[in-house]
């Protein structure tokens, strides 16, 4: 069983920075993609990066040049930077997974099926 858990999000100012993790376990194989999702008080979710099992990185137009997905080497911890925060990226931010998967599809609208794994999520807040 796949599990997610995320941490580092926080209260930053327009214009800060935060670390997000996702630490994984219960991968059975390397053929998993992960991702970031975000969903702000009144709005659906939606998915901000990917990191696909060939290491392809894939972002929202929203978030192009500020944030960026990766991968600890050995272990099955993905990070988000976010960068130039804005007000407008506040919200739940969540780690999700799923295997054998075009994730890509996550930051192109589509919603991810119903085997993705997820994580509880964790809050970040800009304010201006």
């Known amino acids: 069983q796949v599990q997610l858990v995320e941490s580092g999000g926080g209260s930053v100012q327009a214009g800060g920075s935060l670390l997000l993790t996702c630490a994984a376990s219960g991968f059975t194989d390397n053929s998993y993609c992960m991702g970031w999702f975000r969903q702000a008080p009144g709005k659906e979710r939606e998915g901000v990066a990917i990191?696909?099992?060939?290491?392809?990185?894939r972002y929202a137009d929203s978030v192009k040049g500020r944030f960026t997905i990766s991968k600890h080497s050995t272990k099955n911890i993905l990070y988000l930077h976010l960068n130039n925060l804005k007000p407008e990226d506040t919200g739940l931010y969540y780690c999700?997974?799923?295997?054998?998967?075009?994730?890509?599809?996550?930051?192109?609208?589509?919603?991810?099926?119903?085997?993705?794994?997820w994580g509880q999520g964790t809050q970040v807040t800009v304010s201006s």
């Open positions: 990191l696909d099992a060939d290491n392809f990185v």
């Open positions: 999700a997974a799923d295997r054998d998967v075009w994730c890509h599809s996550w930051v192109l609208g589509e919603a991810p099926d119903p085997s993705t794994s």
